[in-house]
């Protein structure tokens, strides 16, 4: 079975992060991939996702990006930094945070 709704990106590359890329790759999924630490996304890219170097990138032309990064500041530098998801303006796609943050948190980088 294969997904020909679009690209999903995927930001941040721990445990649940790396594993939620692979099973999209395994399921014919086209992966965009963004870490921090760079070297993270090496086993992916090998795999056929395209590593990003900015969350900037890793989100252009993707149907929905997953946030699986560490802390509500994390989260913020991810979304609203100078090379994050939101810099240029709004991201069309969903935005899907499961990210170890409050609801509370999501509201609030949301703007609401």
Not at 7 to 20: E, K, Q
Not at 97 to 107: G, K, R
């Amino acid at each position: 079975m294969t997904c020909t709704s679009g690209p999903v990106a995927v930001l941040g590359l721990g445990m649940m992060g790396i594993s939620l890329a692979g099973r999209l790759l395994d399921q014919g999924v086209q992966v965009r991939v963004w870490n921090r630490t760079a070297e993270r996304t090496e086993p992916l890219a090998k795999a056929g996702a395209f590593a990003a170097a900015r969350p900037i990138e890793a989100v252009e032309g993707t149907a929905a990006a997953i946030c699986t990064v560490a802390d509500g500041d994390a989260l913020s530098a991810v979304l609203r930094g100078p090379d994050g998801v939101l810099s240029g303006g709004s991201y069309p796609g969903a935005l899907i945070c499961a990210s170890t943050v409050s609801p509370d948190e999501v509201v609030r980088l949301a703007g609401n």
